[in-house]
């Protein structure tokens, strides 16, 4: 089974960056549709951002679209999710999940459902 792990979480100012990443252990990435989602403390998990296998097609929240960038680098096997200009609203854990299958080459929805496989998540806290 595909087995995921966040990184790049942290603490940072309003305004800041922070670059998170998701890599796969055992697992060549190039065939999964990839999906960040989040959850913070009370609200339930939310979808952020998904990319198809191929990269031909990504997905953002509202609430993110333009302050966060999606992209795949087959050759590190890894997924980042580039977040700038957090606010403190963005507080929460992030998960990135994995979704194979024919459907997945092009496309991705970003419900929990979609995805298959999950990572442990990574704490990213946005506060001065």
């Known amino acids: 089974q595909l087995q995921l792990v966040e990184s790049g979480g942290g603490l940072v100012q309003p305004g800041g960056s922070l670059r998170l990443s998701c890599a796969a252990s055992?697992?060549?990435?190039?065939?999964?549709?990839i999906g960040w989602f989040r959850q913070a403390p009370g609200k339930e998990r939310e979808g952020v951002s998904c990319?198809?296998?191929?990269?031909?097609?990504?997905k953002y929240a509202e609430s993110v679209k333009g302050r966060f960038t999606i992209s795949r680098d087959n050759a590190k096997n890894t997924v980042t999710l580039q977040m700038n200009s957090l606010k403190p609203e963005d507080t929460a854990v992030y998960y990135c999940?994995?979704?194979?299958?024919?459907?997945?080459?092009?496309?991705?929805?970003?419900?929990?459902?979609?995805?298959?496989?999950w990572g442990q998540g990574t704490q990213v806290t946005v506060s001065s």
């Open positions: 999940a994995g979704a194979g299958g024919v459907l997945a080459q092009r496309m991705c929805i970003m419900t929990s459902t979609f995805f298959g496989s």
């Open positions: 055992g697992f060549t990435l190039d065939y999964y549709a």
């Open positions: 990319i198809s296998s191929s990269g031909g097609s990504t």
